[in-house]
């Protein structure tokens, strides 16, 4: 009897560099705010279905956006792990404590990306976006990289809250 054969499955094409600027630049920028969190799965597609996202532009010789979406449970987590005091509702303080944890992470993965082919030079101020009746589109061309990780020190009754996503999308510089 002979073995079955296994199938051959076209592969996710996710760019290794980018996978990893993704997955260091959220683990060591979320690091300066005592977090910790775990990788749990990659796409090449830019996700946004949580209703809080922060979109921090990336320009240069490669020019793109890193986007960091979480429910409002998440970011209060988050924010509150950043000031050192517990945050109980969205107001001022917490919507800038977000923003600046999504400069940290695009400013990391910006560092991590130098000397490669997405490397780029400056980033913008954050912007916080409430709200997930939002599509983003992009040109043709862009390189995306979604990552979802989970604050696995948020209780497990909180589940479904537990996960965000870091989207990086940059168009790949043309070679001079």
Do not use: W
């Not at 996710?12 to 060591?28: C, M, N, R, S, W």
């Not at 950043?82 to 945050?87: I, N």
């Not at 862009?142 to 989970?150: C, K, R, Y």
């Amino acid at each position: 009897m002979s073995q079955p054969q296994a199938k051959q499955h076209a592969s996710l094409e996710i760019d290794p560099i980018l996978l990893d600027a993704v997955i260091t630049g959220a683990k060591e920028g979320l690091k300066m705010a005592g977090v910790n969190p775990a990788p749990v799965g990659a796409s090449r597609f830019f996700s946004t279905s949580r209703p809080i996202s922060v979109m921090v532009g990336l320009v240069g010789r490669t020019n793109g956006t890193c986007a960091v979406s979480l429910t409002e449970k998440a970011m209060l987590h988050v924010a509150s792990k950043l000031m050192g005091e517990p945050c109980s509702q969205m107001n001022a303080e917490s919507i800038d404590a977000i923003g600046e944890i999504g400069n940290m992470i695009a400013g990391r993965v910006k560092e991590l990306l130098v000397g490669t082919e997405f490397e780029m030079q400056n980033i913008s101020v954050p912007s916080v976006i409430i709200g997930q009746s939002y599509g983003v589109h992009y040109a043709r061309g862009m390189h995306t990289i979604s990552v979802d990780f989970e604050l696995e020190e948020m209780p497990i009754t909180d589940l479904r809250e537990r996960f965000f996503t870091v989207s990086l999308s940059l168009l790949r510089r043309v070679a001079s």
